[in-house]
């Protein structure tokens, strides 16, 4: 038996693969949001996969360092490097800013990192040109999607620092891409108040009795050095000795130094199911959305083409055709115009991913799942058709 | 002479009480193998009624229907799949061709015994010898809009014959054509009924072909009288 459908299609097939196109793109669309969810959480993820550490020690009761703010003295890291079953812990800041660069701003996360020996966790990783950070200050690694080139200087806050190495994929959870400073020169930026702040701060505590006791100006000198300057970190970050169990030194840690910490599963939960899951919802929303118009739309298609048909349905009913021949005509149709819409959704969501502004991930298993979701979809949508060609009367070709 | 077809008080009625409908009061025919007779009536007769209870596509409400030596109808079909029977026992020849239009003329034509379960290739070496009978051989890897309308119809003819079946049903097959083809058409399905010794009714409003009948049936609120012949066999 030939394939009525086979023969339909190629009968009409520019009529067919314009419309199997103008599915596809919609379908490029979903595949690209799906890409887009996936990014964000693999974004998540190098955050956490780049800065190597194994715990993150944070301010009690708080999500930090990525999610909520976080506060702990540069000192909180001595008593917690000295523990048993802690490898190494360094202090890092966080900090996300616009930058003014070549005329256009541009959004980083400024990274503090311990650089006074290498392979410190925090430190910047995937390393593609120039080299670490050597010098105590104004030098800066940054990664690729800044669109900063070794050699250029940036301006953060008060101060310029020169671009000396290129990262690739080092990224914020919101997809921003990462300035590395020397830890100093992060907090500097993070915490030191501005000119006109320190000249009104200095004056109250001159005006202060208390502060700026008479006869003892070395109280007030101390009091200003105090409020100038500024040790804080975000988190530390710990790396564990092998073979001890990350679980283990957390609990240590929450015990004895009183800080909150989180190991590596807690922090990707907290990252993708709670910093994401609202955006995750969002995109969930809008691939149900687009499923739903794609089923519409095919739906519409195919049975506008059934309905174009119904008498030649009638002619194939009156000689002889079973209606699952006709059915699966149909059915084929629907699944002809779903794959050329998946195959043309593909090439032009992996075509224009590189062009988003955010990581836009196609993974394969999405794919996968995508090609049976759209198949699913116009088996669903083929329904309708199917009924009204099984609701031709043979009499229509015959007439009277 | 053998029966193809035999009607007997065949009564077609839509609806019930007040508002019923007497198509068909009481139809009688009958049509010899190898024989063409015509049908004629003006519209609302019940022609068409006829033709769709004869083509197994509506019921009957009574009456006794035999194609050749299968009762296919008495007070209620007496065959199950009704499918089956259109495509084995019924050829049918429409208004208009109603060709598939994304299928050649050989497919258009090879379809039937593909249904039937005949292989494509003995099925499509059916149809190109059948075109070739009809004289339309030469277009049989071409599409239905490239013919014409006297092409069309042959190949359309060419499909209601390609399974062979005893009886064939013409709605106004020659309604689209001039007289000189549609007096083609009707020498045609003479030459075709006598070849295979189908019996074949023509439904016509056609002036130009009644005096070709030998035989006519004219159909009047539901109920045939048999013309007199109109031309010497």
Known sequence: MISLAGRDILHSWGKFVLTGVGLGLLIGVTLSMAGVYRGMVDDAQALLENSRADLWVVQKDTLGPYAEPSSLTEESERPIRAMRGVAQAAGVTYLTM?????????????????????????????????RQIVRGHYEAVADVKTGFAIGDRVKVRRNSYTIVGLTSRM???????????????????????D???????????????????????????AVNAVQSGNNNVNAVLVTITPGVAPDEVAESIRRWQRLTVYTRAQMEEI????????????????????????????????????????????????????????????????????????????????LWAPFFPKYVLLLSADSIRGFFAVMAICTLASVLAIQAALKVDPAEAIGG | MAEGILINNVVKTYGSGDTAVHALRGVNMAVAKGEVVGLIGPSGSGKSTLLKCLGAVIEPTSGRMTIGDQCIYDNGWKVH????????????????????????????????????????????????????????????????????????????????????????????????????RALAVVTL????????????????????????????YNI?????????QVRAA
């Open chain 2, 220 to 228: 009047r609120d539901g109920v045939t009288v048999e013309e007199a």
């Open chain 1, 195 to 221: 000119s006109d702040a320190i000249i009104r701060q200095r004056a109250r505590t001159a005006a202060s009795p208390t502060l700026n006791p008479p006869g003892n100006p070395a109280v007030a000198d």
């Open chain 1, 171 to 193: 990224v914020s959870s919101g997809g921003d891409p990462m300035l590395f400073l020397s830890l100093k020169d992060a907090q500097q930026a993070q915490f030191q108040k």
């Open chain 2, 81 to 180: 799949d009704l499918r089956a029977l259109r495509r084995d026992l019924i050829g049918f020849i429409f208004q208009a061709p109603y060709l598939i239009p994304f299928l050649d003329v050989t497919d258009n034509v090879a379809l039937l015994p593909m249904l039937a379960g005949k292989p494509n290739a003995l099925a499509r070496k059916e149809a190109r010898e059948l075109l070739n009978a009809l004289d339309v051989g030469h277009r049989a890897k071409a599409m239905p809009p490239q013919l014409s309308g006297g092409e069309q119809q042959r190949v359309a003819i060419a499909r209601a014959l390609v399974n062979r079946p005893p009886v064939i049903l013409a709605d106004e097959p020659t309604a689209p054509l001039d007289g000189q």
């Open chain 1, 271 to 350: 990252l993708v199911e709670k910093l994401i899951a609202t955006s995750a919802r969002q995109i969930g929303m809008f691939l149900v959305i687009l499923a739903i118009v794609s089923a519409a739309i095919v739906a519409f298609i195919i049975y506008t083409m059934t309905l174009g048909k119904i008498r030649e349905i009638a002619v194939l009913k009156l000689i002889g055709t079973r209606n699952s021949t006709i059915s699966w005509m149909i059915l084929q149709q629907a699944l002809g115009l779903g794959l050329i819409g998946f195959i043309v959704g593909k090439i032009a969501a992996s």
């Open chain 2, 189 to 216: 399905l003479n030459d075709m009924a006598r070849q295979f010794d189908t019996a074949i009714i023509i439904v016509t409003h056609d002036e130009k072909i009644i005096p070709t009948f030998k035989r006519l």
């Open chain 1, 98 to 130: 616009q930058i003014a660069h070549s005329g256009k701003d541009v959004r980083v996360m400024v990274v503090g990192a311990e650089m006074a020996e290498p392979g410190l966790p925090g430190q910047p990783t995937h390393l593609i040109a120039g």
